[in-house]
């Protein structure tokens, strides 16, 4: 049978798009063009996800007219309708479904069943249920990207008012602790040399073994210990799982968990935040990237803000912008805000004008591009460990592009003295 799978949004969906992509090829199935089936992994985070999505899904059905389009994924989940009307060749699957339904249709060429998103159990379990751990398990057969991602986590108890994934993903539950090891230490073996831990809320990351809890520093020491030759990077992690702990634990590795931090603002003024239902303000957000500092020197600390959220003045955008240089940031991922249906934030009525939207937008981006390079120009003379990538290009631990050339092969670390930033903001060594 031959299978494509297209992926779109966050790092959990490209680790569960590869993990799907794995078990079929272990099933003996070949990713190709003109497939038999083509799973799309969609994403709900704007509206421009979804539009992307539905474009995905209609894309798949012209460049594979006899195969079966499976879609699956967050926006599937909260909008099944909205893909299974486009084409009766289309079905919507829980994601834990999807390889068994691909298996069927594509081997017998039988319809499948619409099967139910996310099983209640697991959204309302704790841990992950046996369907989930199937996605998240073991990917070691898999032709490796040079970084991989491990899914330890999976949902969010919080209710961020412009949010729909928490609807989408359910409760939050963590990864079984050995399940999660067993999986870096086969991906050291696999000569991956770095691994990201990856989920919605990895901070609410909490288990046991041997009747001990393990939060998600506990859990890191442990991966480290197993598997001491792979670098680990944390993904984005929520303000509230940022602990004492974590830090005190990422400045005695010396870099082999990467001393950089996705921590998402969202906002600079605590007004917005607030009606965000954010559970911190914007002066708590200042003192933790003070504190991390402290314990960290280096930390590179990216984030994810949104312009424009309903009832955004130009005074709390301003403050944004001053908290966001205060941070310097290493990276801002800037969002326009966009309405997600079912969400409290998209039935306000004081919606900020798209043009409005788009001028913030263009602002904090450059902002955020300024800061990025005096991040990058204060690293001059600094050594780290580069993991090359693809084209000449290595990740740093501070989550910088650098250019290595040919000097080492993809997926191999090596430690370089940055000399420069070319005008690209990329380092050279
Ligand atoms: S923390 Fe907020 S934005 Fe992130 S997934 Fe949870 S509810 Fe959504």
């Known amino acids: 049978m031959k299978f494509l799978v297209v992926n779109l949004g966050c790092k959990v969906n490209r680790i569960e798009s590869d993990t799907i992509s794995a078990e079929l090829s272990e099933h003996g199935c070949v990713e190709g063009d003109d497939a038999d089936v083509v ?231 605590s007004r917005v935040l607030a009606q965000m239902n954010r559970p911190y303000t914007a002066q708590d957000y200042v003192a933790l990237v003070r504190k991390v500092r402290e314990i960290v020197p280096k930390m590179s600390i990216s984030t994810d803000i949104i312009v424009g959220f309903p009832g955004e003045t130009d005074e709390d955008f301003a403050q944004t912008m001053e908290v966001a240089r205060a941070c310097q940031f290493s990276k801002i991922h800037v969002f326009r805000y966009s309405k997600r249906k079912g969400t409290p934030a998209a039935v306000r009525t004081d919606q900020i004008p798209d043009k409005v939207k788009a001028q913030r937008a263009h602002d904090l981006s450059k902002l955020g591009w300024i800061l990025r390079l005096e991040d990058a120009q204060a690293r001059i003379g600094d050594s780290e460990r580069v993991v090359a990538l693809e084209n000449g290009i290595g990740m740093s631990e501070s989550y910088h592009d650098v250019h290595v050339g040919n000097d080492i092969l993809p997926g191999k670390m090596k430690t370089y003295t940055f000399t420069g930033v070319a005008k690209d903001g990329i380092f050279t060594v």
């Open 39 to 269: 799973v799309i992994n969609t994403c709900t985070v704007t509206g421009e996800a979804e539009k992307k999505a539905r474009k995905a899904t209609r894309r798949a059905l012209r460049e594979n007219p006899s195969a079966r389009v499976l879609v699956t994924g967050c926006a599937a989940s909260i909008n099944p309708d909205e893909f299974t009307s486009i084409d009766p060749r289309v079905r919507v699957v829980g994601k834990s479904s999807v390889v068994a339904s691909a298996l069927r249709n594509g081997s017998q060429g039988t319809d499948v069943q619409e099967l139910a998103t996310t099983p209640r159990s697991a959204r309302n379990s704790s841990t992950l249920s046996e369907e989930e751990l199937a996605t998240a398990k073991d990917r070691s057969a898999q032709g490796y990207r040079t970084r991989v991602g491990i899914k330890i986590q999976d949902g969010c108890n919080n209710a961020c008012t412009f949010c729909i994934v928490h609807v989408a993903r359910g409760k939050a539950r963590s990864r079984d602790v050995d399940s999660c090891v067993d999986e870096a230490v086969r991906l050291e073996q696999a000569g991956v040399r770095e691994a990201v831990l990856s989920g919605i809320d990895i901070g609410n990351y909490h288990s046991q073994k041997d009747a001990r809890d393990i939060d998600l520093c506990d859990l890191l020491q442990l991966i480290r210990e197993a598997a001491p030759r792979m670098r680990l990077r944390i993904s984005s992690c929520e303000p509230a799982g940022v602990t004492d702990k974590l830090l005190h634990f990422i400045a005695s590795e010396d870099g082999m968990v990467c001393r950089h931090l996705h921590i998402p603002l969202q906002s600079g003024s």
